[in-house]
């Protein structure tokens, strides 16, 4: 069991490009969420897919974060146009069917400058 | 919404001392657990515990639902120990998790 896996690990870009990040679950779980963690607001939520379908994104910027869960082996979370304040270490978790305790993953830490 | 507040925010003890870490919440829980996080790695889950008392080699976790508290107890510190330890709850609507600002423990040898 490779745990939740997260790449690339770093990502650095520049302010108006567009980044991807990329999260594989742990296999046979059923659940998906996005955290974004910064030394200044911690760790927030961001979103939560259960069985690829989004649950609840009450976390996520309206403009410019998007995130989407194609198949159950992988989720991604897409932010468009970044800017400085996008900077943040970006974790993504899964959790079983039923299960509320949440593994993560080692993150992506995405710098933009 | 859900509000978590972890106390100290940073402890500094001597290696074999012993430590509290506090978390309160703002209203019941059902699901709490406890994560630690060394620096630049990932968050651990040390406990899934939403309402009494578990162990696991030198860590104990007690959670009183409804007190809206819980806590952490290292004995025996060691280095090793040292990073940051985060309390987190159920949100409003389910899954969505409420993360506490976290405990940095630094253990010196």
């Known amino acids: 069991n490779a745990g939740v896996i997260q790449t690339p690990r770093h990502k650095v870009t520049g302010k108006g490009q567009e980044a991807t990040l990329w999260c594989e679950p742990i296999?046979?779980?059923?659940?998906v969420f996005w955290y974004r963690q910064t030394i200044v607001q911690g760790l927030e939520f961001l979103t939560y897919?259960?069985?690829?379908?989004?649950?609840?994104d009450s976390g996520m910027p309206k403009e410019r974060f998007s995130a989407q869960m194609p198949n159950q082996s992988h989720s991604t979370l897409k932010i468009q146009s970044t800017q400085p304040q996008d900077s943040a270490v970006y974790l993504c978790a899964s959790s079983l069917q039923g299960s509320y305790e949440q593994y993560f993953g080692p993150g992506t830490r995405l710098t933009v400058l | 919404g859900q509000q978590v507040q972890q106390s100290p925010a940073s402890l500094v003890l001597q290696e074999g001392e012993n430590a509290e870490l506090q978390c309160n919440f703002s209203?019941?829980?059902?699901?709490l657990q406890w994560f630690y996080q060394h620096p630049g790695g990932r968050l651990v889950s040390l406990f899934y515990?939403?309402?009494g008392t578990k162990h696991t080699g030198r860590l104990t976790s007690t959670t009183v639902t409804n007190e809206r508290r819980s806590s952490l107890h290292i004995s025996s510190s060691q280095t090793t120990d040292s990073g940051t330890y985060f309390c987190?709850?159920?949100?409003?609507?389910?899954?969505?998790?409420?993360f506490g600002s976290g405990t940095r423990l630094l253990v010196s040898p």
């Open positions: 296999s046979g779980h059923s659940a």
């Open positions: 897919f259960r069985n690829q379908a989004p649950i609840d």
């Open positions: 209203s019941t829980a059902t699901r």
């Open positions: 987190a709850i159920d949100g409003t609507g389910g899954y969505k998790v409420v």
């Open positions: 515990n939403p309402s």
